[in-house]
Every structure is written in structure tokens, then in C-alpha cells.
């Protein structure tokens, strides 16, 4: 197997939510969710914290809704596996505006670090190419990332990355946990009222 | 031969509260409604692999503000569970349209647990419940269900039962 790298998983989030604008995020529960709150909370992020599985789904509704703003669905590798159907349900929908990331460290870090079925050979971003995405990609390196920022932005076509960050873990940084209240905030931001 | 009037009933329920994403898992029920879907261009109809995926789907499409509804089987319920927690706490628009298996007439046995425990499941996890018979109540049901869905941000399920749908025929 080809040797991964171990990107620091604070460090891609942050270079992927750097200058975000217009982006919206749908962060998938665990690690996640607490990396894009260190890189700042803002009111286009949604955070999940239930329904494991339903990150690349939610961030799908949302691109087939908001099709003129770039869509970046932030998750691990444990809510991916749990939820891999999405993947040929987003495959066929195919919206240009939307990225799903998987940071892949190989264990589920929130449950004590069990090792998960890519550490032993499952690939995403195969499943993903096998599934029918016009994009898939495996990041190692920070420039890699730095592209991909970019390939967001440009809404090119859907996409999957993966993305080879290490176990090291790092303080919790906790977003807001009221759903009712972030949902309404990224409604407002985007001129939508709430009942 | 054609087949009953209740699922065009459905469509326009949907076309009136301005519904435009349909996410379903396939049944034999909803096939009439699925093919409206298709053949109108306002409307985003999306096969799911598995019936949760619809509730994420339908998270997403209200975050962009959007409407939509799950067409799914009592099986399917089963499915959703778990994920119905993100309608508790998020507060969206969740309407589902659930054939019903596993209760008049069923030929399959096996249908029989989900079918008998679905109503319970769904208001077990919140979700308020109507039950369909009848062909003249779908659409006044789902009239209903989809105001309280769209103003209330309420999850509503009408459940349309067996002896609406008829004997699934075992024989070709």
C-alpha cells in the first residue's frame, strides 16, 4: 500500500476555510464538526451532531438548493463508511457546486481511536470514482489542499477527496448545539425567514 | 388499465405547497406519484439507496430554502430512525408519504413486524401520524400534513394504508 501521509487535520480545515465568501459547510459529527469551529465559527457552517451518515446527504440537499454557491461537506472517515449509499445517490444528482471531504485518519478518534475500514484498505475516494463522481482525488500534501480550496470555489463539478491526515488529536473546540438556532442563522444569511 | 386517482391527488398537494425536491426509495404504491415527478420540470426527484438518506436530503434542501418530501414504505421507516433525531433537533419541514406493508390482505409475513410496529416508530421519535384508507381522504391527509410540515416546521407522516393500495399481486 502507498505510504500516507499525516497532514494535521487543524491545518487542512483551516487552508480549506480560509477566505471562504460565499461557502457553505456541512460538517459531519466528531472531529469534524470541532475542526471547522477552531477555524472559526460563521453563520454558513452547519454543524451535525446526530444522524451519523447524513453529512454528504444534507450538504447535497443544500447544493441542489443554493446551486450558484460553491457546498463543502467536511467529514471522517467512521461518517462516511456509515453512510457510503450518498454517495451514488449524490453521484446521480451530480450538482457542480459540490465537495465532499473525507479527513481520513484511519480510526474512530471520537470512540477511543478503533481502527476503521480504510486503515485496512477500504478507499473513499474509490468508492466515490466507482460510484460515478467526475472528480476523486487523494491529498497527501498542504499544496494539494490548497488546490482543492480553489476547485471548491470555481464549482468545476462534483467532487470527493480524500484527504490522509494522522491521529494526533487536539483540545475539543465544541460549536453551538442548538440545530434550531444555527439552522436559523444560516437561513438568515442567506435572506431566508424563519416561521 | 388506470390506476387509481389518489396519487394525481397527491401531486397536486405537493404542486400547491410548492414542493420541489421528491427523495423516495421506489414502491409499487408510489409509482404513479414518482412518474409525475419526473415528467415536471419544477420538480427534483432523488432515488435514495436507503430511506434516511431523504430526512438529510430534506435537512439540506430547507437549509437552502427549499421544500420537499420523502416518499418511502413502512419498511423503510425502520431505516430512519435513528436519523429522525435530526428532525427533533433542528426543527424542519419533514413530510413523509408512507405506503403501507404488512398489515390488511399482506401475503408476506415478513412484513409483518415492521408494518405493525411503523405508526409507533415514527411517534415514538416525534413525528405526528394520519392513517389513509380510504381513497377520499388522501388528499385532505396530506393537504393537512404538508401545512404543518411547511408553516410548523413539523415532521408529519401519512401513512396510506393497505386496503388503499390494494392486494400486491404474487402472480404475474
Redesign the interface.
Known amino acids: 500500500m502507498m505510504a500516507k501521509a499525516s497532514l494535521d487535520r487543524r491545518a487542512v480545515v483551516a487552508e480549506l476555510l480560509q477566505d471562504r465568501d460565499d461557502l457553505?459547510v456541512?460538517t459531519g459529527l466528531g472531529s469534524p464538526s470541532w475542526d471547522a469551529y477552531a477555524a472559526g465559527d460563521h453563520d454558513l457552517t452547519?454543524y451535525?451532531?446526530?444522524?451519523?451518515?447524513?453529512?454528504?446527504?444534507?450538504?447535497?440537499?443544500?447544493?441542489?438548493?443554493?446551486p450558484k454557491r460553491p457546498v463543502l461537506v467536511l467529514t471522517g472517515d467512521g461518517e462516511m463508511l456509515m453512510?457510503m449509499?450518498?454517495l451514488?445517490?449524490a453521484a446521480?444528482?451530480a450538482p457542480e457546486n459540490l465537495t465532499i471531504v473525507a479527513l481520513d485518519n484511519g480510526a474512530f478518534g471520537e470512540t477511543g481511536n478503533q481502527a476503521s475500514h480504510t486503515a485496512a484498505g477500504v478507499s473513499l475516494a474509490g468508492i466515490a470514482r466507482a460510484c460515478g463522481f467526475p472528480y476523486t482525488t487523494e491529498i497527501d500534501g498542504m499544496a494539494e489542499v490548497a488546490r482543492l480550496r480553489l476547485r471548491v470555489h470555481a464549482r468545476t463539478s462534483l467532487a470527493f477527496a480524500t484527504i490522509h491526515i494522522g491521529k494526533a488529536e487536539h483540545p475539543k473546540a465544541l460549536p453551538p448545539r442548538d440545530?434550531?438556532h444555527v439552522?436559523n442563522r444560516?437561513?438568515a444569511a442567506?435572506g431566508?425567514q424563519t416561521? | 388499465m388506470a390506476g387509481p386517482a389518489w396519487p394525481d391527488r397527491i401531486y397536486a398537494c405537493l404542486e400547491a405547497a410548492r414542493v420541489r425536491h421528491v427523495a423516495y426509495v421506489p414502491d409499487a404504491g408510489h409509482a404513479r406519484l414518482i412518474e409525475l415527478a419526473h415528467a415536471d420540470p419544477q420538480m427534483c426527484p432523488t432515488v435514495l439507496t436507503t430511506e434516511e438518506e431523504g430526512i438529510g436530503l430534506l435537512l439540506g434542501a430547507h437549509l437552502g430554502g427549499e421544500r420537499g418530501v420523502l416518499l418511502l414504505q413502512s419498511s423503510g421507516v425502520g431505516n430512519c430512525i435513528n436519523t429522525l433525531a435530526l428532525h427533533a433537533s433542528v426543527r424542519f419541514p419533514l413530510l413523509m408519504l408512507v405506503t403501507m406493508r404488512g398489515e390488511w390482505a399482506e401475503f408476506n409475513p415478513w412484513q409483518v413486524p415492521m408494518g405493525q410496529a411503523t405508526e409507533k416508530v415514527l411517534q415514538a421519535m416525534g413525528v405526528l401520524t394520519w392513517r389513509a384508507d380510504q381513497a377520499e381522504d388522501v388528499e385532505p391527509l396530506v393537504a393537512g400534513a404538508a401545512d404543518m410540515a411547511f408553516n410548523g416546521e413539523a415532521a408529519c407522516a401519512v401513512l396510506l394504508g393497505q386496503r388503499l393500495i390494494g392486494r400486491k399481486q404474487w402472480v404475474k
Open positions: 457553505l456541512v452547519y451535525l451532531w446526530a444522524g451519523m451518515g447524513s453529512a454528504t446527504t444534507t450538504g447535497l440537499g443544500l447544493a441542489l438548493a443554493q453512510g449509499g450518498a451514488a445517490t446521480l444528482k440545530g434550531v439552522k444560516l437561513r442567506l431566508l416561521i
